[in-house]
């Protein structure tokens, strides 16, 4: 029998020798090759919180200096126009824009095309954008797809331009792209040169990863209807209200998104408007401003995904951008850095952290069950009565002996004063394995982990780590230590 016992325990190290290793390779393979996209979407879902967080707390700063002029299905019923705009309704529109003195002008709409003859209106909009460069150095720019393969001989041509469309950045914007700048950097290439701020190519080579502002801005009242934007709260009850959302959505109606944009938005009807409370307004707000105008129309909508605010125009992605180069310079948050092909820094990390975890389990595991096999048999041992009769009586006892040689604490007892003694010794193995061996430490990983994802939001100016995939692996942890049956051998039998 002892022998047989001695098989069977070497037999099960060999086995877990050899499973161990490959169970953490298989768990490094799922990290690297991510099969069905389970670590991205947990990344994504991570970095969507964490931007939800700070959009709270985001800097007014380039508020006060980025305007959005925004071309709807409203302006085309009250200028009895179809989409695309006539180059005639788009040179009143540009003019009044840029009689109002803005720092810079920028079009969001693409020119793919030449839909008109030498001397007709889109002429008439180059000398006009030339005009107010030579008279006021007010610089007009272009939004260009790729001008190697732009169809628009006026594109071409026209010198100020900023690409609004790439490919294999995945969500991040890029500042450059090659030689051309995109619209967000050119943009703030102009705006420097009034606020002394650096623009150095060189420290803008990583992309941008886009941080969206969750409240709007004060002077929007004065433009538009705020009735159903989320107002403004503290910032206690917006963290309060975000994590409630979040834990619940599927229960929430109300869902803790913003309905209006960060950036100050004008229609464009009211450009063209005669009141002079309305002129005096669009003076103040457009005046040496950087200014952006763009378009959603029924039918042809530019649309971009926002944690804060769900789908939105385009031309606020640009604009969220160029914003964000304003509040944080050459410190705008970006990927960390790769580090092993296509890894960054943060995904070793990553990596590093869940072989931790599952390190710390295997440990925990060990010493689990070396400690309650101890305590188990001693606690155990201690309510056996020394009467050799009861002893006698109790060894041939189907209740007490298991077929292995185990004593179970949750089996029958009839003696109810041992069974009250059984019941102290469970709760108190019970409490020690939590606090020692079970979900105790793991709870304490859970921490580290939180503590380490708030340290990565303050202190750099990366993105976040996959905190909600290593969540999910430490509390599916926790609760298989909480839940898995205690028990305990007894070497004295048999």
């Not at 006026?154 to 900023?162: E, M």
């Not at 409370?277 to 649309?303: F, H, P, Y």
């Not at 296509?342 to 599952?358: A, K």
Request: charged fraction near 20%; glycine fraction near 4%; charge should be positive.
């Amino acid at each position: 029998m002892l022998i047989e016992d001695t098989k069977i325990k070497f037999s099960a190290l060999n086995y877990s020798k050899i499973m161990s290793p490959l169970k953490t390779l298989c768990l490094v393979a799922i990290i690297l090759l991510d099969p069905l996209g389970l670590v991205t979407a947990t990344n994504q879902a991570s970095s969507n919180f964490i931007d939800r967080i700070k959009s709270v707390y985001y800097s007014n700063y380039g508020q006060h200096n980025v305007v959005v002029i925004f071309i709807d299905d409203e302006f085309l019923r009250n200028t009895n126009e179809t989409w695309p705009l006539s180059y005639q309704q788009q040179a009143v529109l540009y003019r009044r824009a840029l009689s109002l003195k803005p720092q810079a002008l920028f079009i969001d709409l693409i020119f793919a095309q030449d839909r008109s003859e030498e001397g007709d209106e889109l002429y008439k909009l180059n000398a006009l954008f030339r005009d107010y460069h030579s008279k006021f150095n007010i610089k007009t720019f272009l939004a260009d797809l790729d001008s190697a393969n732009s169809t628009s001989q006026f594109l071409n041509n026209y010198p100020y331009k900023g690409l609004v469309a790439w490919s294999g950045y995945k969500n991040q914007y890029p500042l450059l792209k090659g030689n051309q700048k995109t619209a967000a950097f050119i943009l703030y290439q102009e705006y420097c040169k009034n606020f002394g701020c650096n623009f150095d190519p060189f420290y803008f080579q990583q992309p941008l990863h886009v941080q969206w502002g969750f409240n709007f801005s004060d002077k929007q009242q004065y433009f538009t209807k705020t009735s159903n934007c989320k107002p403004k709260e503290s910032i206690t009850n917006s963290l309060t209200n975000l994590f409630i959302s979040d834990m619940f959505w599927r229960f929430q109606e109300d869902k803790f998104i913003q309905n209006c944009p960060y950036t100050l938005t004008i229609p464009a009807s009211l450009l063209l408007s005669r009141d002079e409370q309305v002129k005096k307004s669009l003076k103040k707000a457009l005046t040496n401003k950087i200014v952006l105008i763009g378009a959603s129309i029924d039918g042809a909508k530019d649309l971009v995904h926002s944690p804060v605010h769900g789908k939105i125009a385009g031309v606020f992605y640009h604009a969220m951008a160029l914003d964000n180069l304003i509040s944080y310079r050459e410190n705008y948050t970006r990927m960390a850095p790769e580090v092993f092909y296509q890894y960054n820094v943060l995904e070793i990390f990553e990596i590093l952290l869940v072989l931790y975890i599952w390190y710390f389990k295997k440990r925990i595991l060990h010493q689990r069950n070396s400690d309650e096999n101890y305590e188990g048999n001693s606690k155990m041992n201690s309510v056996v009565p020394s009467n050799e009769s009861s002893q006698g009586s109790r060894k041939g006892s189907p209740e007490e002996k298991s077929p292995n040689n185990s004593v179970n604490i949750g089996h029958a007892i009839s003696d109810p004063q041992e069974e009250a003694v059984h019941w102290i010794i469970f709760n108190d193995l019970r409490w020690k394995t939590l606090k020692k061996h079970r979900a105790y430490p793991m709870i304490l990983t859970i921490l580290l982990i939180l503590f380490i994802t708030v340290c990565f939001m303050i202190f750099t100016n990366y993105g976040t780590i996959n905190f909600i995939g290593l969540l999910l692996l430490s509390i599916s942890l926790t609760i298989e230590f909480l839940f898995k049956p205690m028990v305990f051998s007894n070497p004295e039998q048999g």
